[in-house]
């Protein structure tokens, strides 16, 4: 059986025994895979430090023919982002992409571009640009137990500093502005590559061209999009949204990842495209509301 080589970020790990680790990567040759590495433990093996979580790495791999796990037989680290362990907010939208990636695409099933957009957000979180567009929170400051690269394996990963969302002295903790406009973007990157891109143009029920709005408008989850005057009372999750978080939207879905919203208008488009993608994937999110901070 020939081995495959593949670019991958590695989305989930659990260890399998005292030496081999089963870890997911999302790669961009063949999509999600899952391999069992052998020796992946050891101090010294054919896998680098390759399997820190979010991690990038170059990997060959044995294809399993009748399912299972493939067998991992080299792990190389690519690229990493220690910066992300400086900033909570930062980390946590890091975290927030490989669940995407690991629960929200099917096996073998690739897709290039949403590989290349995770990329572009761990290296947008990774190498400052989301820290200086605020004054980060550093991860030392925040009454938190320590992080694990197991985070994602849990079913409740990492407990904020309070049940309320809040951090230090009461205040809510949201990311800064860069940072929900990054994740933002990739979500609809991941939504418009699971063939879910909300429409934003016509209404999502009647596909009626919806004319360019001069005020609120009704978008629903569920059905994918803006609602028209006419169907908009009759979808139950329907909400109402501003002109100028629609206008967002349609910026972010174009390409503008770094727009300036006011911070009502994030939280419009925050709250939108989180719900989105919890209806597409059938279920909130851990860690979204590690994003939202709600």
């Not at 054919?46 to 044995?62: E, G, P, Q, S, W």
């Not at 695409?105 to 567009?133: C, I, N």
Request: net charge neutral.
């Amino acid at each position: 059986m020939a081995a495959e080589r593949a670019l991958a970020i590695v989305v989930r790990g659990t260890d399998w025994s005292e030496t081999s680790r089963i870890t997911t990567l999302f790669t961009r040759e063949f999509g999600k895979i899952r391999a069992l590495a052998k020796g992946g433990r050891r101090l010294k093996s054919n896998f680098d430090v390759a399997f820190d979580l979010l991690t990038v790495c170059r990997i060959l791999f044995l294809r399993k023919a009748h399912g299972g796990l493939d067998l991992l037989t080299e792990a190389r680290m690519e690229e990493q982002f220690p910066a992300l362990r400086q900033n909570l907010h930062a980390l946590y939208a890091g975290y927030y992409i490989a669940e995407l990636l690991a629960d929200g695409t099917q096996d073998y099933d690739p897709h290039p571009p949403l590989f290349d957009a995770a990329v572009e957000a761990l290296r947008s979180l990774g190498m400052g640009k989301v820290a200086e567009a605020a004054d980060p929170t550093p991860l030392a400051s925040l009454a938190a137990p320590p992080l694990k690269r197991e985070v994602l394996e849990t079913e409740d990963p990492l407990a904020p500093p309070s049940a309320s969302g809040k951090g230090a002295g009461g205040v809510r903790s949201e990311g800064p502005p860069a940072l929900s406009a990054a994740v933002s973007a990739f979500e609809l990157v991941w939504l418009r590559e699971l063939g879910y891109s909300p429409r934003l143009d016509a209404c999502a029920v009647c596909e009626v061209e919806v004319a360019e709005p001069t005020g609120p408008v009704l978008f629903s989850p569920s059905a994918g999009g803006i609602l028209c005057p006419r169907c908009g009372p009759s979808v139950p999750d329907r909400l109402g949204v501003s002109r100028l978080a629609l206008v967002s939207l349609r910026a972010l879905a174009e390409g503008d990842a770094t727009p300036e919203l006011p911070t009502v208008v994030r939280g419009e488009v925050r709250q939108l495209l989180g719900q989105t993608v919890s209806c597409v994937l059938g279920r909130r999110p851990r860690l979204l509301r590690y994003i939202d901070g709600r």
